[in-house]
């Protein structure tokens, strides 16, 4: 039973426009959501994340937008850089230390 | 820069053998984590430690065991490996006093496979 579901596993987006990744949750009891993002042959990098009592957080070109009666978490990033291509992972924080991962969504910025 | 090493970026083991994967960081983080990312899965937690000698079962313990004697050191280790323990292995540590939303360090990985 996946508690964080990312439907799309790839995404491919033009150089300058807007790359919007989404994630559902079944659990209304996660506290945080966070993304990370992931190159290949790397570990995992924070990106952002969000608490469960707010519905936007922005960070430069990213910002994470929540919605809980929808029980949906979206990344957008404005402009998307070719530089952005990598997985991007959601994860929503269950308690203390645990973080439920999404499957991942390949995102190719195409120049 | 903050750091997490893993000992072994690749591995290539047979059925039965033993492996034993290290993580060191140095961010003096009281809490260390090992998760498993296979395709369409995700990142799944197979132990969480939040201190020396402290350790809890995460997801998917079966068939692993891990140590932490040293504050930066967290091992983890496969005392029989089997061909569906092929996977990549990824260690993360976090400072405990962000609590949840306190983000996790990664290191680059290590990828196991089992013949």
């Known amino acids: 039973d996946q508690q964080v579901k990312q439907n799309s596993p790839s995404l491919s987006v033009q150089e300058g426009r807007i790359s919007i990744l989404n994630c559902d949750y079944t659990n209304s009891m996660f506290d945080y959501f966070l993304w990370y993002k992931k190159y290949p042959a790397e570990g995992p990098t924070f990106l952002i994340s969000i608490s469960s009592i707010k519905d936007k957080n922005e960070d430069g070109r990213f910002t994470v937008f929540l919605n809980k009666s929808a029980k949906h978490l979206s990344l957008h990033i404005v402009p998307s850089q070719p530089g952005d291509s990598a997985v991007y992972f959601c994860?929503?924080?269950?308690?203390?230390?645990?973080?439920?991962f999404g499957t991942g969504t390949r995102l190719k910025v195409l120049a | 820069d903050v750091k997490v090493t893993q000992s072994s970026r690749y591995l290539v083991k047979r059925t039965g053998e033993k492996v034993f994967l290290e993580c060191v960081q140095d961010?003096?983080?009281?809490?260390m984590f090992w998760y498993r990312q296979d395709p369409g899965l995700g990142l799944r937690l197979i132990y969480f430690?939040?201190?020396?000698?402290?350790?809890e079962k995460g997801d998917i313990p079966e068939g692993y065991s891990v140590s932490r004697e040293k504050k930066e050191r967290f091992s983890l280790i496969l005392e029989s490996t089997s061909t569906n323990q092929t996977s990549m292995y990824l260690c993360a540590s976090r400072n405990p006093g962000q609590g949840a939303s306190g983000e996790l360090f990664f290191g680059e990985g290590s990828r196991l496979t089992v013949l």
């Open positions: 994860a929503a924080a269950s308690g203390t230390y645990k973080y439920i």
């Open positions: 430690s939040y201190d020396v000698k402290m350790k």
């Open positions: 961010m003096d983080h009281e809490n």
